[in-house]
């Protein structure tokens, strides 16, 4: 996998150590497992044990937010890497889940306090969603992983700077 376009910043030892969900959609489940097999290696690339990773699957993309909520809630996650695709149909039904699902799980990260990355494909046919999970490409799923990591270290050190504040 040649990874993600541009620089990807140094992870730190608490963004090794901590521990990531994968919370994945078990709709375009052939273009969601690429995405969890390329989140899953970036992570363990930079670092994090194997058992720091945990995949857990939902039926598709809508149930994703409701899922975070309650992984966060079972205290089982530092960060929740949230992987979907979502492929626009003839209906409307695209818009409303495509919107729902980045909504809720904007909410939830910014409700609960940690990071909540949407690593969600919201593309307009096939093959565009398989051009984006391309696991010898760059796959959206190393991404988001990457996002993840440098999220966990921001937060820590946003955590270290109040600590040092009081």
Aim: charge should be negative.
């Amino acid at each position: 996998m040649s990874g993600v376009r541009g620089a990807v910043e140094p992870v730190n030892e608490i963004a090794r150590q901590a521990h990531y969900v994968l919370l994945a959609a078990r709709f375009n489940d052939a273009i969601v497992s690429q995405l969890i097999e390329g989140a899953r290696a970036a992570l363990l690339a930079a670092g994090v044990a194997a058992d720091n990773i945990e995949v857990l699957r939902v039926p598709g993309a809508f149930e994703l937010p409701q899922a975070a909520a309650s992984v966060i809630g079972s205290g089982r996650a530092d960060a929740i890497i949230a992987l979907g695709t979502v492929i626009r149909g003839e209906t409307a039904h695209f818009e409303y889940v495509s919107g729902s699902c980045a909504h809720g799980l904007s909410q939830v990260g910014t409700q609960y306090g940690i990071p909540v990355l949407l690593g969600v494909l919201t593309t307009e046919n096939q093959q565009q969603a398989k051009q984006r999970a391309a696991l010898d490409g760059d796959n959206k799923g190393a991404e988001v992983a990457h996002a993840a990591l440098q999220m966990v270290a921001l937060y820590a050190q946003l955590d270290s700077t109040v600590v040092e504040a009081s």
